[in-house]
């Protein structure tokens, strides 16, 4: 099932809401002021189910100019949008606005839904569909499907949900989940009961219960209590999905509409953007340097001064590269796409494409700063190399293999390679004889896999350290080499992703609890041995009552690996202290005696045989003792 995102856009008054509640039954308006103004003030959210079973979230973006920042917010993850125009009033002023945001935003996919069709005679609307297109030309929305609807009759609705669902079936292309996920947040508010909830559109990625994320640029760490889609509660949410999400660890008041759900480390809050700029044809502004800009891009809303780097001045109809130094801190990542409006009056002027989100200050008219900026406008090497280096997600590249892949040499990638890596955006596993090299995003899915098995394998044995390092090798990892395989555990350990005891992996949040049958298990096997002495029970002879025998194998061995118990043999085990007590007195007896034999030692601890010759088996390989021939006969090891 594809998850569809829809959004409206035309004039206020235009019929959006109305029609939105025609095709879902349910009333976006969400504000006693909007229901009372008849108006669309901040984002309404509902959905509807198309007959081939995807589910379509649609987003009423208000209509009113003064309500413009809302509808940016709206925009974002959208995957189509109906443009409505009343069809007795045409294109307005604000419906003109709403193209130029979509436009700058990227939105490709349209329809165009004539509304109020009920109101107007056949010839007036063959006119105003005549006008509207003439409007449409040369804009994203000039091939755009027609569909006359009135929302207060029901015309034209099934014909309006077969085009949504003809162009979301053909033409949508699947949201990419096997990345860093990222949730832009429009709402937040509290429930009683539950606390801090917020909602946003999941742009990439997924979201699992039991996350810990955090909200840039804020750097609080959150935790997922609960998930909800379209108002049914989930284990987790997907890529164009609109949810609602559960957090603890943060109030309402430290979190505002413009804050980005992500990773930890994923993002790094800025001051500065370095931009392509493009100025609308149709705007009556011409923007000077260090010019006053409202600044939209996700769901936030920053003032900001822009700093013109290659041009004098940029106006409509042209671009430029420039710095926009903001007035507030903002998390984003290159080629998230943005609007800025004219400082006053408010009125859309133009947008583009972040291409650098963490840049230094730069000085105007900078020629290794402007080729730079060209270079990674156009796509530069990095890129390419970047894009070739996430296709060997499963099994890492090398630099020698890159290099050929690229047809260049590795000391021409070295540079590039840099960028990468100080960018956050490939690890680096130099080995002997090659440089391995994996993509962020292939690493971050594996490493959510391997983080979801440990959970899984915690829950189903809660006495053991952890999962062996080679089984999630062969799980998750089979294709890397194990050297390289080692390298990349060892680093994540470093970081505290995984935690690592020896050759066992496990959450580094996890210990293994001495809870009360972990307690009443060790203190029966305790007393097992102890009773035991030097007659050794076998481990298959302890009686465990109903204590399962799985729980009993686990805490022996975590009594072994804490030094308090001994394997003596596949069956045989004791505590740590009686063969303590054997040594020594094995190694008193050698010094006055050349020889020690099984029959001597089986006396020396009022034992049987079948349990001494074991206690000499163990004397050998701790190298206390040492065959000298005959079988039963044991001299000092030294």
Not at 28 to 33: C, G, L, N, Q
Not at 107 to 122: A, T
Not at 562 to 588: C, H, P
Request: hydrophobic letters at 35%; one cysteine or more; proline letters at 3%.
């Amino acid at each position: 099932m594809k998850n569809i995102i829809i959004g409206t856009a035309g004039h206020i008054d235009h019929g959006k809401t109305t029609l939105i509640k025609a095709l879902t039954g349910r009333n976006t308006d969400r504000w006693e002021e909007e229901q009372r103004r008849g108006i669309t003030i901040d984002l309404g959210f509902t959905y509807f189910d198309l007959k081939s079973g995807d589910r379509v979230g649609i987003i009423d973006v208000p209509g009113h100019e003064k309500f413009i920042n809302n509808m940016v917010a709206g925009v974002v993850g959208m995957d189509l949008v109906m443009l409505v125009v009343a069809a007795d009033e045409g294109i307005m002023p604000q419906t003109r606005e709403h193209m130029d945001i979509l436009g700058i935003l990227g939105i490709e996919k349209s329809i165009l839904v004539l509304n109020k069709c009920d109101l107007v005679d056949e010839e007036w609307l063959e006119l105003v569909e005549e006008e509207v297109q003439d409007e449409l030309k040369g804009t994203f929305l000039e091939n755009a499907p027609v569909v006359k609807v009135s929302a207060a009759t029901g015309q034209g609705l099934d014909e309006l949900k077969d085009t949504i669902e003809r162009l979301t079936r053909d033409e949508l292309e699947e949201k990419d989940i096997q990345t860093i996920p990222r949730l832009p947040i429009d709402r937040v508010f509290t429930l009683s009961g539950f606390g801090t909830i917020i909602t946003g559109t999941l742009i990439s990625g997924k979201i699992t219960k039991e996350d810990v994320l955090e909200m840039y640029p804020i750097g609080k760490e959150c935790k997922i209590r609960s998930i909800q889609v379209h108002g049914q509660s989930q284990d987790v949410c997907y890529a164009g999905q609109r949810v609602a999400i559960n957090l603890s660890n943060v109030k309402k008041k430290e979190i505002k509409r413009g804050c980005v759900l992500a990773p930890k480390n994923s993002m790094k809050n800025t001051e500065l953007l370095d931009v392509k700029l493009n100025v609308l044809d149709s705007s009556m502004r011409i923007v000077t340097n260090h010019e006053r800009l409202h600044f939209y891009t996700g769901t936030s809303e920053i003032l900001c001064r822009a700093v013109l780097l290659d041009k004098e001045e940029i106006g409509p109809g042209e671009s430029g590269l420039v710095q926009l130094r903001l007035e507030e801190e903002i998390a984003l990542k290159r080629g998230d796409k943005f609007v800025v409006r004219f400082y006053s009056p408010l009125e859309t002027i133009g947008g583009g494409v972040v291409l650098e989100p963490n840049p230094k200050r730069k000085k105007r008219f900078d020629e290794t700063s402007i080729e730079e900026l060209q270079r990674k406008e156009s796509g530069s090497l990095a890129d390419v190399m970047e894009l070739n280096i996430k296709e060997h997600g499963e099994t890492m590249v090398t630099l020698t293999e890159l290099a050929k892949i690229m047809a260049h040499s590795p000391e021409e990638l070295t540079e590039y390679l840099d960028e990468l890596k100080t960018a956050g955006t490939v690890y680096e596993f130099p080995m002997k004889k090659d440089v391995y090299l994996w993509h962020r995003d292939s690493e971050f899915a594996v490493r959510q896999k391997i983080l979801e098995k440990l959970g899984d394998y915690h829950k189903l044995h809660p006495y053991r350290y952890g999962m062996k390092k080679a089984e999630i090798h062969n799980t998750f990892l089979k294709k890397v080499k194990p050297i390289v395989f080692d390298a990349y555990v060892e680093r994540m350990a470093e970081e505290g992703v995984y935690g690592r005891r020896e050759e066992y992996l496990y959450l580094p949040e996890f210990t293994v609890p001495r809870d009360e049958l972990f307690l009443k298990t060790e203190k029966l096997l305790t007393e097992a041995f102890t009773g035991a002495s030097y007659d050794f029970v076998r481990f298959s002879e302890i009686e465990l009552g109903k204590i399962p025998k799985e729980t009993a194998e686990d805490v022996v061995l975590m009594m072994i690996d804490e030094g308090r118990v001994i394997r003596i043999n596949e069956e045989m085990f004791t505590l740590a202290s009686l063969m303590e007590q054997a040594k020594e007195k094995i190694t008193g007896h050698l010094k006055t005696e050349p020889v020690i034999t099984i029959a001597q030692v089986r006396d020396m601890f009022s034992t049987s045989r079948k349990s001494a010759k074991p206690i000499l088996e163990y004397m050998d390989s701790i190298k206390v003792t040492k065959k000298t021939g005959a079988e039963s006969e044991r001299v000092s090891y030294l």
